[in-house]
T-cell receptor
Framework: GENVEQHPSTLSVQEGDSAVIKCTYS??????FPWYKQELGKRPQLIID?????GEKKDQRIAVTLNKTAKHFSLHITETQPEDSAVYFC????????????FGTGTLLAVQP | DADVTQTPRNRITKTGKRIMLECSQT?????MYWYRQDPGLGLRLIYY???????NKGEISDGYSVSRQAQAKFSLSLESAIPNQTALYFC?????????FGPGTRLTVL
């Protein structure tokens, strides 16, 4: 069945450093790839997304890249700040629709001041 | 996001009991979803509904049922709760791609 693998499961960086989280997906028909951030005790919230017709998308300190051939996509956070500390989930659409998602298992990012 | 609400927020129940989790939204979205979150497993889709007359199973529907009473309401039921259904349950809504999550219901089955 459809699957999304996410690595690493935990990531600790110093404030100001960059953080990279990587995901791979199995469904070649996947065409929508969102990233959600979940702060401790809170609900997941969308931070950035990318569609399969785009290779890279940037929004201030965060960026997402997509390699359709390799079925890889990654989240890049630059100049990390303590408020970036959270669990990050990647997801991929499946079944040819953008509104059914398979989520990765999450990455706990800790930004050390 | 106060537009998506879930009740109850916390619930402790016993094995074999029937329990219903409720989700309401004021966003006017047609699409609604139920997920469960377990440590190390991420978010897994239980059921989803694209309109009032449309109900679909997700990855892990066994042991669960749902009811879409209106566009704004989507309920998840556990007919006979078991301990491995202990988890954090999220409702979500969408009109296009972005999904908006409720605050979650923490369910413990003893």
């Amino acid at each position: 069945g459809e699957n999304v693998e996410q690595h690493p499961s935990t990531l600790s960086v110093q404030e100001g450093d960059s953080a990279v989280i990587k995901c791979t997906y199995s469904d070649s028909a996947s065409n929508y790839f969102p990233w959600y951030k979940q702060e401790l005790g809170k609900r997941p919230q969308l931070i950035i997304d990318i569609r399969s017709n785009v290779g890279e998308k940037k929004d201030q300190r965060i960026a997402v890249t997509l390699n359709k051939t390799a079925k890889h996509f990654s989240l890049h956070i630059t100049e990390t700040q303590p408020e970036d500390s959270a669990v990050y989930f990647c997801a991929a659409s499946y079944g040819g629709a953008t509104n059914k998602l398979i989520f990765g298992t999450g990455t706990l990012l800790a930004v050390q001041p | 996001d106060a537009d998506v609400t879930q009740t109850p927020r916390n619930r402790i129940t016993k094995t074999g009991k029937r329990i219903m989790l409720e989700c309401s939204q004021t966003k006017g979205h047609d699409r609604m979803y139920w997920y469960r979150q377990d440590p190390g497993l991420g978010l897994r889709l239980i059921y989803y509904s694209f309109d009032v007359k449309d109900i679909n199973k997700g990855e892990i529907s066994d042991g669960y049922s749902v009811s879409r009473q209106a566009q704004a309401k989507f309920s998840l039921s556990l007919e006979s709760a078991i301990p491995n259904q202990t988890a954090l349950y999220f409702c979500a809504t969408s009109d296009r791609d972005e999904q908006f999550f409720g605050p979650g219901t923490r369910l413990t089955v003893l």
